[in-house]
């Protein structure tokens, strides 16, 4: 089965700050790889699809990047509403989660 | 508009099987590319993917729980109901339901993510 692997696991920033969260998969899944936000309580949210494709609605200073087996989703300039946990999932065939990352105020 | 709701006990004892049921609108698992599955997440924890179903009967697993699980649709009902066998107290946590296209069927695919959410149901675990 395939493993994904997330980066940090926790990180503090301020509001404005770019940040970079890292998903790597145990074998190549192409651009399967998707991005979810979570606040405390609610139900995770898809913000990133197939990679790099925006979910509607979300906005453009969240981004993706990568294929094969790396994968990175870049919060360009952090709002307050953006302190969440953020996960990866890989897509392809089966579905496996990374282990969150949570993005903390500084 | 795609709503879900998952359904089911709150509370199990260990060694308990429990059942949850998925009722959704807005989507039917009769047609083409349309998937539905459950994932789990432990208080405090990570979201854990448990196991999906497709419009044509294709079911996926966790190869980690897939002894103890079984997933089943019922087209008619717009429903798809998750068991899992041997309930310890490590499984409890907040079960969630969601709608997740096929990813190499589905226009879009969606990179076979899942992007319609229930609510989530907490089921505890505890004699």
């Known amino acids: 089965d395939i493993q994904m692997t997330q980066s940090p696991s926790s990180l503090s920033a301020s509001v404005g700050d770019s940040v970079t969260i890292t998903c790597r998969a145990s074998?190549?899944?192409?651009?399967?790889l998707n991005w979810y936000q979570q606040k405390p309580g609610t139900a995770p949210k898809l913000l990133i699809y197939s990679a790099s494709s925006l979910q509607t609605g979300v906005p453009s200073r969240f981004s993706g990047s990568g294929s094969g087996t790396e994968f990175t989703l870049t919060i360009s300039s952090l709002q307050p509403e953006d302190f969440a946990s953020y996960y990866c999932q890989q897509g392809y065939i089966t579905r496996t989660f990374g282990q969150g990352t949570r993005v903390e105020v500084k | 508009q795609i709503t879900l709701k998952e359904s089911g006990p709150t509370l199990v004892k260990p060694t308990q099987t429990l059942m949850l049921t998925c009722t959704f609108s807005g989507l039917s698992l009769s047609s083409s590319g349309v998937g539905v599955g459950w994932v789990r997440q432990p208080p405090g924890k990570a979201l854990e993917w448990l196991a999906l179903?497709?419009?044509?009967?294709?079911?996926r697993y966790s190869p980690s729980l897939k002894s103890r699980l079984t997933i089943t649709k019922d087209t008619s009902k717009n429903q798809v109901v998750l068991t899992m066998a041997h309930m310890d107290p490590v499984d409890t946590g907040t079960y969630y339901c969601a709608h997740t296209p096929h990813p190499f069927i589905a226009v879009p695919n969606k990179g076979g993510g899942f992007d319609y959410w229930g609510q989530g149901i907490l089921v505890t675990v505890s004699s």
């Open positions: 074998q190549s899944i192409g651009s399967y």
């Open positions: 179903v497709y419009w044509n009967d294709d079911k």
